[in-house]
């Protein structure tokens, strides 16, 4: 199992989210690129990349930043945050972006999402969820689709990934929603990955537990926080019955 760590840009920094409020910032380094670093440094296999501006404006604030975060580390890049545009989807691909994650035109431009998939290998639904239905717009807004409802329907238009946040769990290091996981990947057959609410090793084992669907998951606070270092989180998601 593969661990992410991430790097949330707003305002050009660094941050973390609590539950994705905006107003429950803490900043953790002012340079996002020196943090890819950091992580690279410390042996990342992937690094996820969200910028949580072009999130909320629906279109991205800080592709710069993710142009130089791609220059800068030999380590493949995994960017969400904004995607609503094929000539954004191929600007991040030619800057070296190895996954792009639609969030929002997963429910409202459901053609864009065919034509990325067809086009693109990389393409990743990123699926945030509060109490098992599905929010858009940088997680403001709500809809009335089930997690597993959208996922059967992204299938069908070319869809061979989903990373999948609980958006209660986000940045609380308050464990992982293990059920809405075991749940899910008995009823798909696509990869997961999945995030919010690593707060320790246990954590993720418990998802390493689940079996090898569970493709990665994506840590944050903990990591900032220094609950473990990120070669602990690496070797904890290689154990025994990891990929």
């Given amino acids: 199992m593969k661990i992410f760590p991430a790097i949330d840009i707003l305002d050009g920094k660094a941050v973390r989210l609590s ?9 953790y ?15 990342a296999e992937w690094i996820h990349v ?18 130089r975060i791609a220059a800068a580390v030999d380590v493949p890049i995994e960017v969400g945050g904004g995607i609503r545009s094929m000539e954004t ?11 792009c ?8 431009r459901p053609e864009l999402v065919a034509e990325a998939c067809a086009k693109y290998d990389g393409i990743v639904a990123g699926i945030d969820a509060r109490h098992g239905k599905v929010a858009i717009e940088g997680w403001r807004q709500g809809t009335e689709y089930g997690v597993l409802e ?19 769990q986000d940045g609380m290091q308050q464990g992982t929603n293990y059920g809405a996981y075991r749940a899910l990947i008995d009823q798909v057959d696509i990869p997961i990955i999945a995030s919010g609410g690593v707060g320790s090793l246990a954590d993720i084992e ?11 998951v994506i840590v944050g606070r903990a990591l900032y926080e220094k609950a473990f270092t990120l070669p602990q989180a690496i070797a904890a998601g290689r154990r025994e019955g990891g990929a």
């Fill in 19 to 27: 539950q994705g409020r905006l107003d429950a910032v803490t900043v």
């Fill in 29 to 43: 380094n002012d340079d996002p690129v020196d943090q890819a670093r950091i992580w690279a440094d410390g042996g």
């Fill in 50 to 67: 969200v910028d949580l501006d072009g999130a909320v404006v629906g279109e991205p604030q800080n592709i710069d930043i993710i142009e």
């Fill in 89 to 99: 989807l191929d600007r991040l691909c030619q800057a070296g972006v190895q996954r």
């Fill in 101 to 108: 994650v639609l969030g929002t035109t997963l429910v409202t």
């Fill in 150 to 168: 959208l996922v059967r329907e992204l299938e069908l238009l070319g869809i061979k990934r989903v990373a999948y946040t609980d958006i209660a």
């Fill in 206 to 216: 418990d998802l390493l537990s689940i079996g090898p669907r569970i493709e990665g």
